[in-house]
């Protein structure tokens, strides 16, 4: 009888040590991305391929990055990396914050470009946990930006259940996206990578449900047209920048910025820190 009361408490224990993290997340329900656009101010945020890595998601958790985008793009698709990976950025975030901050959201870059049809890997990211939304790589027409929206009225959005969310919609016939519903705290964010996506740039930023459109591998001139669809269609422009160049970026109207991937930034300080070294004992 002890032996089996000891097993209870020890799968109790292990249950609600699962559980904190989605708990402390909803703290931090609300999306602070959404927060800053609505009020007209700038994102900003960082590029991942390391969700199996624990030790990236305390560097990015207790970060001062509005936003991280998980890339299952360009790494090995797993899904129980993501789900982990989600909750240890709410988990560390809470854990080891020196300063009162909004946790930063993680959006999640899809593996499936926008032509193969995304809708059920759309679906089953929205189920592994609380990300605020994706991003649809190469997305070339407004057809395929249909598509994708139309993914959000189905999806379970499991992740979310029992974090008391305002504005989701899911089945009740209330879209869950921003801006569409404005109390709305899911987001799409589309790239426009090719001259097909460029040719089709209207159709796409015009779709309903279509929060932020991010431009990447495109002239500037192609860049400057899709800023102006965006501020006519009222989509939030999205652009990658660094520090050098991102006063310019904002103050042409430019409100989601990426500054790139976080082992270019290691890299970058690695190389920086290894010559500083090296310089000083010569």
């Not at 703290?27 to 624990?54: F, M």
């Not at 990055?65 to 988990?91: G, N, S, T």
């Amino acid at each position: 009888m002890q032996m089996r009361l000891a097993a209870t408490a020890a799968a109790l224990a292990c249950a609600a040590g699962a559980a904190a993290p989605a708990l402390r997340a909803a703290e931090d329900s609300q999306n602070n991305v959404i927060a800053l656009l609505a009020a007209g101010k700038p994102a900003i945020g960082v590029w991942t391929g390391a969700t199996p890595a624990t030790r990236i998601a305390k560097v990015l958790g207790t970060s001062d990055a509005d936003f991280i985008v998980a890339d299952l793009e360009h790494d090995i698709y797993d899904f129980q990396a993501l789900h982990r990976f989600l909750l240890e950025i709410a988990d560390f975030h809470h854990r080891y914050r020196t300063q009162p901050r909004p946790m930063p959201n993680v959006l999640v870059k899809l593996a499936h470009r926008g032509g193969w049809d995304p809708r059920y890997e759309i679906s089953e990211v929205m189920r592994v946990g609380p990300a605020i939304g994706v991003w649809v790589p190469i997305v070339e027409s407004g057809a395929e930006m249909q598509r994708i929206v139309s993914a959000f009225g189905q999806a379970e959005q499991s992740g979310f259940e029992g974090l008391n969310l305002s504005g989701q919609g899911g089945h009740t016939g209330v879209s869950p996206l921003w801006p569409t519903n404005p109390k709305g705290q899911l987001m799409v964010v589309a790239m426009i990578e090719t001259d097909e996506g460029v040719r089709h740039a209207e159709q796409i930023i015009s779709t309903p449900g279509l929060a932020a459109l991010h431009v990447v591998h495109l002239s500037e001139a192609d860049n400057d047209k899709i800023l102006k669809l965006c501020q006519k269609y009222h989509v939030v422009p999205a652009i990658d920048a660094t520090p050098d160049d991102v006063k310019a970026r904002v103050a042409a109207g430019w409100r989601l910025i990426s500054l790139g991937w976080d082992f270019g930034m290691l890299q970058k300080q690695l190389g920086e820190t290894l010559k500083a070294t090296r310089n000083a004992i010569k």
